[in-house]
């Protein structure tokens, strides 16, 4: 007798546009979603994919881009983000990618510029910034490489310029400019930078 409760206490719903067109379908279950949602553009063509349990996000999720491309994918674990994601530009390259681990950003993430080369590695602890840090810019040159103590700038930072000469240097405590920082001209001569 509870399994035909249970089946009746759900049902399939379908929300739509003032015009009419379908913008959601999934099904509720106690007055909550469950199961796997779908929403979709006003033009019909999907937006996302969620999966659900007693209303929360619970599973994969992808979404996308108007043109049909993926703009990211994610997993839910009860309402929390955990695992890898990936995100996409909308030419269909790679934004950035990495894990999560309740809610926040954990270990390596790789964060990409619009033509696919590499812009950033960062290393996340508890959604914070966390170790080295390497910028690069879109051709693939490196701009600045650091580290990073529970979210702020910590020990020795290099900066270069765009064809990869050191411009400055110097060493950071706690997200705050300390001791002696250097200036670089075209040359690579260094001299004191009053910060």
Known sequence: MLVAAECL???TV???????????????GEGQKEGTWKYFFPS?????TENFAKGVLHGSTEYFYQNGRRQGYEHWLNGMLQDSARYFFENGKIE????????????E???????????????????FPNGVVEVF???????????YNAGKEDGAWKFYDE???????????QGERVGEWFQYDKRGQKKRWKY
């Open 44 to 48: 019909g063509k999907l937006m996302a």
């Open 137 to 147: 810019s879109e051709e693939g040159v490196l701009l600045q490489e650091g580290f």
């Open 9 to 11: 206490a759900q049902e």
């Open 14 to 28: 379908t929300q739509r546009y003032p015009g009419g067109a379908v913008r959601a379908q999934g099904t509720i």
């Open 96 to 107: 950035r990618e990495g894990m999560f681990r309740n809610n926040s950003y954990f270990g």
């Open 109 to 127: 993430w790789r964060f990409y510029h619009g033509n696919g080369n590499l812009e950033r590695i960062v290393h996340y602890e508890n959604g």
């Open 163 to 173: 064809k990869g000469r050191p411009t400055y240097s110097g060493n950071y405590q």
